[in-house]
């Protein structure tokens, strides 16, 4: 059996149009022999709205949050309306429909009352994005003649209790994506689930992360030792830059798995950091498609990328970033004072991007959070503490950047009218990163795109397509 998961991002799902594209897509693989699993997203910016339904609800404004969720409700009916004609199957699909929505604007009056959002609760409310998405386009695909199973993904990906940011426990996923998908494709049908949402080992729902579609969509494919796992999306696969701040850039036709998991840690929107994870583990392919533009052929992501004569791939932002500067003069010639701080930011269980060190201060970034001010009241005990946020960390990438001569010289020539705050460097020898004011970010990357991409090396970037544009 040629199994491959086809995971379908917001836009690709976000209105009957889209809807029908996708299906289209799918249509097409089943039509080649192959056995697809797909998973979807919820519609375009549902999350976002949900979670601002939450967010009004727990301040009290319990009109406003029922408002949102009236308008949503509105969307879905519309979107099932548009797609599916048979009475048989309309009528069960908008009554389910309003049972969430119900459920939903249950979960929201009672959160007017008790006003607190709680991780757990802000899992449930953004839970329903998937979980009718889902539905829908199982019954969108059913009607377009495709023998489609919706399938509930809280009963096969397992977490961990991490709210907001579970972790996937995957003998369990393996087990039950045996138990519950493997059937169904036995007997030829394409399973259809929601990405992002999981439940822990009780049952209750939790969730992956914002964009954690794509690693639902991983970890089934690694559960089932899929052919290939397929994340569809809005643009024509990993580019150079992201594309809404280099209109230039260019496809990048293949890339390692390396450099495709250190641009989606540092940024690149187009992956969910941990995507690669399930893939490298069993080694399964990943390509990365259009679903407006089905016929492009992507980005495809493998665990040995052919040779590139250009220095990097591509150029990733991660901003919302914070510099701490951590400053002890009685630290001198003293050993022991890193591991105390890094025990810190591990209590805090609050993830380093980045550290730069001198005798006596260190510098490291971290995501710009909330418990900023505890650990800077814990570091405190052992230094003096300055801290900044705003910040943003360019991140490029590409093979063996350690081993080229004046590599650094070019890239900071080409930012020279930007204040560079800390470097990395050496660290990997793929990723060279700094670190920049946020809103110099943007200059940044065209500035450096326009000084690594004016030749590209054809064999890995799409280059007839700058032809075509230009
Ligand atoms: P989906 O909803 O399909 O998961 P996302 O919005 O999460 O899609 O990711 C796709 C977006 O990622 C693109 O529209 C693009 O703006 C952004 N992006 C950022 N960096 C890159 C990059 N290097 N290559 C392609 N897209 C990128
Ligand atoms: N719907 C979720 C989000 O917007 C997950 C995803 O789209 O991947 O974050
Ligand atoms: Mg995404």
Redesign the pocket.
Known sequence: MSLVVM??????VEDPAAIGRTAAIVAGRVAKGKSPVVVV?AM?KVTDQLLRAGASAATGDRTGALAISSRLRSRHRDTATALVSEAAVIAPLLAKIDEEFDALDEVLRGLAAILELTPRISDLIVSFGERLSSRIVAAAFREKGINAAHVDSREVVITDAQFQKAVPQDEIIEKKAEEKLRPLLNAGQVPVMGGFIASNEDGITTTLGR?G??FSGALIGGALTAEAIE???????????????CPD?L??RTISFEEAAE?AYF??????PATILPAVKKNIPVY?LN?RNASCEG?RIISMAPHCKSPFK????KKRLTIIDVVASRMLMSHGYMSQIFAIFDKHQCPVDMVSTSEVSVSLTVDSTDKLPAIADDLRHLADVKYEGKKALVCMVGEDIRGQNGIAAQVFNAVKHVNVRMISQGASEINMSFMIEESDAEEAVRSLHAAFFQEPDPNVFDVEARKTIA
């Open positions: 995971k379908f991002g917001g836009t690709s997203s375009a964009g579609s794509d994340i569809w999306t809005d643009v024509d696969g990993i580019m150079t830059a992201d594309p809404r701040v850039a496809r990048v641009l940024g690149a929107k187009v992956l969910h990365v679903s980005t591509s150029i990733s932002v």
